[in-house]
């Protein structure tokens, strides 16, 4: 499974739009990239799921370059209730989901 | 309805008794997992099943053993509590083998052991 890095944290306010970069650079050719949001006292919830260039759902957008290495979840407009950890995945669906560090997003008003 | 429901949300317990934590999923999904989450908030894979078969063990103490009855419930049992083993634990779902995939989550068990 691929390693990923992303910053520890992050700080926002709201209406701003949030980037979040996640470093694989192992990715496999069969590897999806995937982020999820976790709330203080929730499980993951999935966010959004890409293998190339973009994509785009009504909560956030994955983009993805040429060489896959890296991929970056952008946010746009967020709100005070958008404070959370972001988890970045890398993986073919293998039953084993691999956790990272994540990233804690903190949005102030 | 809840996608994936798991009991007790809170267990406290003296070291050395014996636990379970119930997970049921509605989803007809056939992939269930069970995942600890330390106090460093560091997910970490315990169990997978699919379709009711052990997938994957990833190097957890033999105290811990789930079972899955059928393919919408995936119990944890766990011997012998230690401190080390307070934690919040979850249960969580998916489909399939497709390459990547998306899991659902349970709300959490939070264990502590005294």
């Known amino acids: 499974l691929a390693k990923t890095t992303q910053p520890i944290s992050m700080d926002s306010y709201e209406g701003q739009e949030v980037n979040i970069t996640c470093s694989h650079n192992?990715?496999?050719?069969?590897?999806?990239i995937t982020w999820y949001q976790q709330f203080p006292s929730q499980g993951p919830r999935f966010i959004i799921q890409?293998?190339?260039t973009k994509v785009t759902n009504e909560v956030a957008s994955l983009f993805i370059p040429a060489d896959r290495k890296s991929s970056t979840l952008s946010l746009p407009r967020v709100s005070l209730s958008d404070t959370a950890v972001y988890y970045c995945?890398?993986?073919?669906?293998?039953?084993?989901?691999?956790f990272g560090a994540g990233t804690t997003v903190t949005v102030r008003a | 309805d809840t996608a994936v429901s798991q009991t007790p949300k809170y267990l406290v317990t003296q070291m050395g008794n014996d636990k379970s934590i119930k997970c049921e999923q509605n989803?007809?999904?056939?992939?269930m997992y069970w995942y600890k989450q330390d106090s460093k908030k560091f997910l970490k894979i315990m169990f997978s099943?699919?379709?009711?078969?052990?997938?994957i063990n990833e190097t957890v103490p033999n105290r811990f053993s789930p079972k899955s009855p059928d393919k919408a419930h995936l119990n944890l049992h766990i011997n012998s509590l230690e401190l080390g083993d307070s934690a919040v634990y979850f249960c969580?779902?998916?489909?399939?083998?497709?390459?990547?995939?998306?899991?659902?989550f349970g709300q959490g068990t939070r264990l502590t052991v005294v």
């Open positions: 192992n990715i496999a050719t069969n590897d999806y």
């Open positions: 969580a779902s998916s489909q399939g083998l497709q390459g990547g995939t998306e899991a659902f």
């Open positions: 989803l007809g999904h056939d992939t």
């Open positions: 890409g293998y190339k």
């Open positions: 099943y699919n379709n009711k078969e052990l997938i």
């Open positions: 995945l890398v993986g073919t669906g293998d039953y084993k989901l691999s």
